[in-house]
T-cell receptor, first 113, second 112 residues
Framework: ETGVTQSPTHLIKTRGQQVTLRCSSQ?????VSWYQQALGQGPQFIFQ???????GRGNFPPRFSGLQFPNYSSELNVNALELDDSALYLC????????????FGSGTRLTVV | QQQVKQSPQSLIVQKGGISIINCAYE??????FPWYQQFPGKGPALLIA?????SEKKEGRFTISFNKSAKQFSLHIMDSQPGDSATYFC???????????FGTGTRLKVLA
């Protein structure tokens, strides 16, 4: 299987709820990062996982958390949703070495109402 | 110091023309500069990337020009086509971290 797949593609949640977004990384990629892309903005780094360990975090509060599984798939969890959490959430994977760059998924569009 | 400033915000070019998008950075630890192309409803896709040890890199119609002393880099799209209409993001990374700092994006429209 090639490419990065994310699910669901769209999601509507109510303020205060919790959400889990899922990502299957590209085959052979052991590094997964999550980005938040607000409308009309560039992606903002949330955190990165390398071999199931968090390997860096951007300027996001602790209610944003994640997991990486032995098969390198990943989850992003957001607790106590706020209206400003409405965004496109992108998962990106990399083989972790060399100048391959990230391969991004198509994202999950989260709307908080 | 972690910002990457991108301009213009939007760009309209005639078919066959040259599209130029500029980015500037402050953090001298950045040493990998990719450009991503994003179509509506899709994730960003890597277009071309450069390291500061070269001043220019060309792949097909896409060229990155890099000015290390000015801490600026730009994307040139030659012979622009309507299919190039998309949003383009520059990014910067300190090698090996895979933590990209993205610019704010340039929405390119190529008129047929």
């Amino acid at each position: 299987e090639t490419g990065v797949t994310q699910s669901p593609t769209h999601l509507i949640k109510t303020r205060g709820q919790q959400v889990t977004l899922r990502c299957s990384s590209q085959s052979g990629h052991n590094t997964v990062s999550w980005y938040q892309q607000a409308l009309g903005q560039g992606p903002q780094f949330i955190f990165q996982y390398y071999r199931e360990e968090e390997n860096g975090r951007g300027n996001f509060p602790p209610r944003f958390s994640g997991l990486q599984f032995p098969n390198y798939s990943s989850e992003l969890n957001v607790n106590a949703l706020e209206l400003d959490d409405s965004a496109l959430y992108l998962c990106a994977s990399s083989p972790g070495t060399g100048d391959y760059g990230y391969t991004f998924g198509s994202g999950t569009r989260l709307t908080v109402v | 110091q972690q910002q990457v400033k991108q301009s213009p915000q939007s760009l309209i070019v005639q078919k066959g023309g040259i599209s130029i998008i500029n980015c500037a950075y402050e953090n001298t630890a950045f040493d990998y500069f990719p450009w991503y192309q994003q179509f509506p409803g899709k994730g960003p896709a890597l277009l071309i990337a450069i390291r500061p040890d070269v001043s220019e890199k060309k792949e097909g119609r896409f060229t990155i020009s890099f000015n290390k002393s000015a801490k600026q880099f730009s994307l040139h799209i030659m012979d622009s086509q309507p299919g190039d209409s998309a949003t383009y993001f520059c990014a910067a990374e300190t090698s090996g971290t895979y933590k990209y700092i993205f610019g704010t994006g340039t929405r390119l429209k190529v008129l047929a």
